[in-house]
């Protein structure tokens, strides 16, 4: 199969804008700060070199080889490492496709660099979320480490599962359109992985909870923030078609609208509530908790469900905020679990009550059954079932192998905290 | 029709660009007020969910629906309420293309998705410029509730007048390439327009003349502001072609040669009149006053008429600010009036001089007959007329609806102004 | 020939990311330099202007029109000053394409507008590289003066010789896939020829070695700077193919991957050589060292050759800047000469070690041999003197050029040096 260049063009310039997304989450991190803006930016251009690295080193095939074991994992050695290596006639490299984008399985015409790219990015901008909990508490080599064990096997985990179309739980049925749980659900169970490793060795010191992040807004660094976040879920979700059509341009109708739509809830839930305020804040935090909801079904989505959607994440975000703020187990300043994890599950649920069939379709999803609310009946039962069960999976594994690599690591030197906790406890 | 691919990714990436310049205004701002830079950005953040979503809800209809009433205002009711509510087969979304853009009318086979973002992102960044003049001034709550107002009927009129194509004014034949008139113009009637209420707010609390805004320089953030303004502008004028072709290659000549002209020639000028210096400030005000200026005709001349426009940005803005800046009754701290109203109204009168037939066919307006300087003769000598008939006629509509609607907001609450003022009187 | 769509597509997204990276090298220098934010903001705003007007006035015709007195400049008049002036039937402005995109040549279909914008782009941001080396040293109407002198001829005639199929060093077989001469190398050629005037000046004061200009980052600015950088890479070596292909695909891989890889290695030698820390300061110049090091062959090798040459970034980048450290007769803030000239004539050199003959031919460059590592044997070794020669001929010319240009600006007024130096020896 030629490649598609009109796909391609769209998906690589998609590419570029989710590669920028995380840098983005450190200007995030400072905006939210207001200090100690070295470590967040730095550790944000850290993890895009390394994504890029060990993704294209072994990573990628991982996640998107034709796989073995069952669907379990992909042929680590598919397509030879770095992409081919030195061969001029690597897959879909110079000519043709990568296979999943040929007309046995997805029929988009992509190669294997726009898929690359594309991949790469959305595998950096998750260690990115992933390590906003670990501001000032863990130390950078330790985190290093993560990073390259993490593109090798944690996050390519579930993307061979759930985007791979010969991994079991894709097989199964369950989907994630742009990664309601490949990306914000596992992020999230990835950084409590983390957490724990910290908190146990927090408890090692004698600490009763964990010292919190002081929150210091820097209004430019974080509007900046959002701002290229923003544009960047422009490629995130859209970009997740793999391909140029009519289901493309309204995916952009359905995350924006969310997004705007989430804004407006959250601060007039804020102000109703009492909880918090209608600030620069809440605005921030709304756009992010529409856009994280809507990932996992922005291309199965009516507009008028998004605005639907992006209503009911005012309430879940200022609620779940309050509820986790008041865990004193952990540090979270970025909110990781109220938007990521808790926005980003209920959105994977969504799909069993919001899709419509026709929307799915044009979007690639010809199998998916229309939801709950728009006459899906057991079919979509089913499908909430499926999505569950997939969630209750991608979350054990990612949780469990981020915690026993945080283990290992800190059994190889000694512990992953830095001694930001024991300064403060001096004070 | 079927959507043609390449047009929609052109414009669908336009907008992405747009969308970036509302946010990008709260940076200028920030950086030429190096003060009070939460309120800017908030401002510009909260502008453009709002924006989203209500432009979505009905504005877009409004605009650009098949008109009713003789060509008055767009049905309302065309598309449904947020492009087609939960239906899967609304116009364009999944299948064809919106009305306006079938071979019948503008035939470049935009879907309803690209439209929609592309003209939600104008409407955006329009009331942006709206807002310098409020800065610190206005309530934030009078100012959430007039977008709501500005987004479904202030922004919306001049739209369906000229740029839909059963408007009553496109009908007779005024034209506005990328909004010389409908953006730039009509944002300063509608900055006059809540100027005035404030004014009349301020008289009433004794003020003898209105506080003005101190202006203190932050480059790092005014350079961010119009390095995201440039390249905004790349979708704006470029993306106002509604296609990929020949015109719209020439377009980014067009316009990114008048702002560097327009950067030399106000430098000059600053330097030779005397009037302020050739520093950073007058290098970014002549950028912007030559993409003003270009914006209604971009489509429609030579790259040397460019030159030509972007060499008169530098006096018209450098004595026009001077002229401005002793006017008392009205702050206007980044220059609204003299960048935006006079170097966009210029733009339009300009159409009658120096269109040149082929290129305004080429860009898709077949019926505008060359300039005064090119031989149009009597039909230019018209088409003036037509164009001063509808600045009038916009302008003054756009004024009176935007003082009306501060006058009721002020009328319902204790008035739209910030005791800013106040505490700045007390000192 | 009529214009290909998508090629234009794509490369004139490829020039509007390039547009954005000369702003970018001002955010860098802020961010290195944590002071004197306003002149690098300044200064790189005025060459980002400049380079479009003087381009268009006549630049771009003596690079790229069709060559006069044996390929040793292009024809100026060839296509009107500014593109066309006032005609609108000039060369792939309205129809057809610039000549060197015809079926004869280059054989992409890119328009005039299109090729334009690109490589006025390419001369704004070498000009962007050269200045680094003046910060706070040269005054700015100087600089000013030498811009126009720059884009009129120093960028130009390296172009028309290289980048121009009728030039005399491409026809003699001299390849350049992105710049690592025509930019890189050039850039560092240029500045010397200016360092060499400012020392000259600095000596007549009396002075032993030059002033260093002190380093205090500012790391926000700093990963805005190389985040904008990194993305403008995208357009600027992927854009490079000149048509949207599957090489330009591959062209992403290489480049991304080369600067992935170099960021690590920098980190790793600076740690383990202990020159320096492997701090955000080395992950940045790691970055740029990789990008710089690619940029001339990378529609040249394989994805894994790009890792080899990622690799061996780091020490040369390390030791090279460690070596001209110790040189006190300029001073050279940001790195132009361990970065730009070891980086770019380095990677100008690999070409004869590295290319394979498939890749080169996928990036429209088949004439181009093997290199000595992929058994390209006399034809690699030819091709090595050929770079060579093409080296020597281009940094001389460049660099008598510059100097001379800078004599004339010096002797005309009263030096081109500021009074900086003396300020800071009085001290």
Chains 1, 2, 3 share one sequence.
Not at 128 to 140: G, P, Q, R, T
Not at 181 to 201: F, R, T
Request: hydrophobic share 55%; charged share 10%.
């Amino acid at each position: 199969m030629e490649p598609v260049l009109i796909n391609n063009l769209w998906v690589i310039i998609a590419a570029l804008l989710v590669f920028i997304m995380t840098i983005a989450v450190g200007f995030l991190e400072v905006g939210e700060e207001g200090i100690g803006m070295s470590k967040s930016l730095f550790k944000t251009i850290l993890i895009t070199g390394s994504a890029i690295f060990f993704m294209a080193l072994i990573g990628f095939n991982i996640a998107f080889a034709p796989t073995i074991f069952h669907g379990l994992i992909g042929n680590p050695f598919y397509n030879g490492l770095f992409l081919g290596g030195f061969s001029s006639v690597s897959q879909g490299l110079l000519t043709g496709v990568w296979w999943s984008m040929d007309a046995n399985f997805f029929n988009t015409g992509l190669t294997t660099g726009t898929y690359f790219l594309f991949e790469a990015a959305f595998a950096a901008v998750t260690l990115a979320l992933v390590s906003v909990v670990v501001l000032k508490k863990m130390k950078l080599s330790s985190f290093m480490i993560y990073s390259a064990v993490y593109f090798i096997i944690i996050w390519t985990l579930p993307a061979a599962w759930i985007w791979n179309p010969t991994g079991w739980l894709f097989q199964m049925g369950v989907r994630d359109f742009a990664g309601g749980l490949v990306v914000h659900g596992a992020a999230a169970a990835a950084g409590l992985g983390i957490m724990y490793q910290i908190w146990k060795e927090e408890r090692a010191k004698g600490f009763k909870k964990s010292p919190q992040t002081p929150v210091k807004l820097n209004q430019g660094w974080l509007a900046l923030g959002i701002l290229l976040l923003w544009v960047g879920w422009f490629g995130f979700n859209p970009g997740s078609v793999l391909a140029f059509n009519s289901s493309a341009m309204t995916v952009v109708i359905t995350t924006f609208l969310a997004a705007a739509t989430a804004m407006l809830s959250t601060m007039a839930v804020s102000k109703i509530s009492g909880i918090g305020k209608p600030d620069i804040m809440s605005a921030v935090n709304g756009i992010l908790m529409g856009l994280i909801i809507i990932t996992p079904l922005a291309g199965f989505v009516s507009p008028a469900s998004s605005v639907v959607l992006g209503l009911l994440g005012g309430p879940i975000f200022v609620y779940g905020s309050a509820w986790f703020g008041r865990r004193k187990w952990f540090a979270d300043p970025v909110g990781l679990l109220p938007g990521h994890m808790v926005g980003g599950l209920f959105g994977v649920l969504m799909i069993a009550f919001f899709t419509q069939a026709p929307f799915a379709a044009a979007s690639g999803n010809g199998t998916l059954p229309s939801g709950i609310l728009f006459g899906g009946g057991m079919a979509a039962i089913s499908q909430l079932g499926l999505e569950a069960f997939g969630i209750i999976v991608v979350m054990a594994t990612v949780f469990v192998l981020s915690y026993v690599t945080c283990a290992i690591i800190s059994a190889a030197g000694s512990g992953i905290t830095t001694n930001y906790a024991a300064r403060r406890r001096n004070k």
